[in-house]
């Protein structure tokens, strides 16, 4: 039973979307603390002002954060996104405000790098060509003459931080040789890992699968168009489980259709949910599923726990642990 208030609580949490059944138990978490739930289901900047202007504590998934809802926002502390990335806040926004910006670590590592393995190996093993021909009605080897023994391929990660890392194990499992491109992680510890160091042009060129584990920022948003994808192998894959805004998605189509590389595996496209007429639908290369990578019963359980956490940390007065913005709190001491 939903919990309803005799007076008027002294702090609201604004919900503007979410992934789970219903918030009932988030709403008796927050009940010794005085703090109103308050859910919406806003997909658009207007809806997220309505529902958010007077909340002391944003709580997100995919609902868009921006500079115009920020500056609606009159008191505050934090803004909450319920999983990893925030490429849907505007973060120099909120530092600029003193809002507090906080994601939600650790809580699927191990669900993402399945995923991504189970991508590779249905291309690697060309499942989707199998499981066609076998419904059409013939029990023949015909589209699987790419098929190798994955002992002789290469994976080329772009990105290795904790989801890269945890491919990385992965893919040694199966034998496969494992370049890494990441500006950010010292080579000490690419090479601790079991992977090569190489430039991002040496990874494309060498790569027979090329999966993307970095986040969408102004640097990385369509990061490999045209002639990225023209460098790498005319047999490989790509694969995304990041963000699809990383890709130019109207050259990978074009790289499909023209067998510039063999094919894709998306988890993520530029725009979610896709129009059931985008092109990119109809290619007979491309494997697609819908944003779930991050998915399992217990990685839910966990976004659901580590994410309400810090929205308690914050009506408590304390910084939230997966605080990203750490200028604000410079700011206040300064």
């Known amino acids: 039973m939903a919990w309803e208030q005799d007076s008027v609580a002294r702090f609201k949490v604004a919900v503007t979307d979410h992934v789970f059944p219903s918030l009932e138990a988030e709403r008796e978490r927050l009940r010794p603390l005085d703090a109103e739930l308050v859910e919406g289901g806003c997909r658009t ?3 997220v002002i309505l529902l958010s202007r007077d909340a002391d504590v944003v709580f997100v998934t995919y609902a868009p954060v921006t500079a115009r809802v920020i500056e609606s926002l009159e008191k505050a502390r934090a803004i909450i996104r319920c999983g990893i990335g925030v490429d849907n806040i505007d973060m120099p926004a909120a530092t600029r405000r003193g809002i507090m910006v906080a994601n939600t670590t650790n809580y699927c590592i191990e669900e993402v790098a399945d995923h991504t393995m189970a991508l590779l190996l249905a291309c690697a093993r060309g499942l989707l060509v199998g499981n066609r021909t076998v419904r059409d009605g013939r029990w023949d080897l015909k589209g699987l003459e790419h098929v190798t023994r994955l002992s002789t391929q290469t994976l080329g990660l772009i990105g290795l931080g904790r989801i890269g890392s945890a491919v990385v194990s992965r893919a040694l499992s199966f034998s496969l040789r494992v370049l890494a491109h990441d500006p950010y992680v010292a080579a000490r510890v690419v090479r601790e890992l079991g992977a090569h160091v190489v430039d991002l042009d040496m990874l494309l060129a060498e790569s027979d699968y090329v999966s993307i584990h970095i986040p969408l920022t102004p640097d990385t948003r369509a990061m490999l168009g045209e002639e990225s994808l023209r460098r790498m192998k005319p047999t490989a894959f790509l694969i995304n489980v990041s963000r699809g805004g990383i890709v130019e998605q109207r050259a990978l189509c074009r790289a499909l259709e023209q067998g510039w ?27 697609v599923t819908p944003h779930s990578a991050w998915y399992s019963r217990q990685a839910r359980e966990d976004l659901r726990r580590m994410s309400m956490d810090q929205v308690v940390s914050v009506l408590r007065g304390e910084v939230p642990y997966s605080l990203l913005n750490r200028e604000v709190l410079e700011n206040r001491t300064g």
Do not use: H, M, S
């Not at 007429?277 to 494997?287: A, E, H």
């Open 45 to 47: 900047e207007d809806e």
């Open 261 to 287: 590389i063999a094919g894709a595996a998306l988890d993520v496209l530029d725009r979610e949910p896709p129009d059931p007429q985008d092109p990119i639908l109809k290619l007979p290369n491309l494997i």
